[in-house]
């Protein structure tokens, strides 16, 4: 069974940083194109990260320069690195996977397994 567990989340002031971190029980993870969504209450969701199994990635542009991504395979885990955070990053945050894709897509359509998400609040 394929499990992605968040953790890392938090309470934070703006300016702030703060990295959250996905945990996949996918043994064969290296093989998995793995990203970030998030939602605020009342707004749609969007991607906001992505790295495929060769360390491709991609940002929505609201955070390019902020956020980095990265992942340890044999941790089965991806992090998320968010410097300099805004009041607009609060949202839950959830972690995503699906077998490898070069590039890797920020549709939420384009994935298979969700986590349950982690919490990111940023006060002004």
């Known amino acids: 069974q394929v499990e992605l567990v968040e953790s890392g989340g938090g309470s934070v002031q703006a300016g702030g940083s703060l990295t959250i971190s996905c945990r996949t029980t996918i043994v064969t993870c290296r093989f998995y194109t793995m990203s970030w969504f998030r939602q605020a209450p009342g707004k749609e969701g969007e991607g906001v990260a992505a790295?495929?199994?060769?360390?491709?990635?991609a940002y929505v542009d609201s955070v390019k320069g902020r956020f980095t991504l990265s992942r340890d395979d044999g941790k089965t885990t991806m992090y998320l690195q968010m410097n300099n955070l805004k009041p607009e990053d609060s949202a839950m945050y959830y972690c995503?996977?699906?077998?490898?894709?070069?590039?890797?897509?920020?549709?939420?359509?384009?994935?298979?397994?969700w986590g349950q998400g982690t919490q990111v609040t940023v006060s002004s």
């Open positions: 995503a996977a699906r077998t490898w894709l070069t590039e890797p897509p920020l549709h939420p359509d384009d994935y298979n397994y």
């Open positions: 790295i495929a199994p060769d360390y491709t990635t």
